[in-house]
């Protein structure tokens, strides 16, 4: 992506052309989803632990209880929906990759990090500087290859180091929406509407106040 | 020393000494610095983010979950010890300290990412003050004869996770790197105005 192409320390901001600062700003959103991600995750992790303890120990008695409160059900809904959009853009992510390594792959995608056969090394080379070089002809790749600027083809390792990690966010992206779908947003989108206006009524409380 | 090492494994302790013979050549701000760089590493790390091979924070995102269910197990018994707590106040003493611990392991998490070994010694400390609380907790229910050992069982092996992956290679090629590319940085800033 063209952002993490800039150097932020030798432009200065102001002299940036307006679409590159939209860019920028496009990315600075990905990372504050990712925060508010891992933090929403991390909070849904001590809220289950919370309502495990209090069923074993407790009888469900503090869970009961939580249950009937509008603030919590708000909060958790609210804590589902931003864990869903952070592994929304993982999984996004992922399906983009998949997408190009099947236009290019003459394997199955479960061979991909066994082994990668020399002629789709060759194809995936020529995805990546397309990627790099939008609108070029295969002329120009061609001739960059023979000036030395990309090799012939890309060697498999950082392939499939990028394939792993990318296996890895969907596995974790796959377990938000199971959990989602046992009891968050996804098994009771019912409470979205609820958790709008619970968020609405306490801005204008706010607002009154 | 030693007994550091034992606690947190000899890889970490190394890692952790390692990074604090860094901040101290950071620290000083002369051309010490450049004894640990080389202008080819500097120039390595000058490319644009995109052109860097991209690392594997997993080990770093495992250690979260982690902390937090050894920190959350501890202070669930603890909690429930305590009588006459409303079912308000005892929510509200789970989760404040909870939403506190996430954001105290983020910022650790991003000090870490950013090759700082300040990092380093939050995950220690976190993890050594977890395994005293854990242990005293133990040695309570065992004395007390009062309340489930189960919490503190998983909170041991939650505790016990977080040593093996913090001696893991993957973390220390993690951290490594982070730090390697802190380093080239500042010494090629450094590089550049002594010219």
Known sequence: MLCIALDYRQIS????????????WFCLEWVAIGYAGTLAT???????????????????????????QE???????????????????????????????????????????????????ARLTE????????????KEIKALIRAGLYPKRFPTGPVQVELTRQ??????????LAGSAVSGVIAAPSNLPQTGKYIIGTI?????? | MKFLSFLTGRVFQDL????KEIEEAIGQRDTRLLNYSTPELERYFSRPLSELPRQNPYPVAVLLPLFLVAFALNLLPFLSALQGLSPLHHALSFFVPSLTMTGALIVISVLLARGKTSGLLGFRALFIILL????????????????????????????????????????????????????????????????
Not at chain 1, 13 to 24: D, F, K, Q
Not at chain 1, 167 to 176: F, I
Not at chain 2, 16 to 19: A, E, V, Y
């Open chain 2, 132 to 195: 005293i609380t854990t242990l005293v907790h133990v040695l309570h229910i065992l004395l007390s004869h009062n309340g489930g050992l189960w919490p503190l069982v998983i909170a041991s092996f939650a505790l016990l996770f977080c040593r093996v992956v913090m001696n893991s290679s993957g973390f220390v090629l993690f951290t490594l790197y982070c730090r390697t590319q802190r380093l080239a940085r500042l010494a090629r800033e450094m590089r550049l105005k002594s010219r």
């Open chain 1, 71 to 121: 603030w919590y059900v708000a909060t958790s809904t609210s804590l589902d929906v931003i864990s869903l959009a952070s592994a929304g853009g993982a999984l996004k992510e992922a399906v983009t990759t998949w997408r190009a390594m099947k236009s290019i792959s003459s394997l199955k995608a479960t061979e991909w990090l066994k082994s990668y056969p020399r002629q789709d090394r």
């Open chain 1, 167 to 176: 296996l890895g966010q969907v596995v974790t992206s796959a377990a938000a």
């Open chain 2, 16 to 19: 952790l000494q390692h990074g």
């Open chain 1, 42 to 68: 991390g909070l849904q992790c001590v809220n289950g632990l919370y309502r495990i303890y209090d069923l074993v120990e407790n009888g469900g008695g503090n869970v009961a209880w939580l249950d009937t």
């Open chain 1, 13 to 24: 901001w102001v002299n940036l052309p307006i679409h590159i600062r939209s860019n920028v």
């Open chain 1, 204 to 209: 204008q409380s706010l607002a009154v106040f």
């Open chain 1, 127 to 138: 995805l990546i500087i397309r990627a790099q070089n939008p609108g070029i002809s295969n």
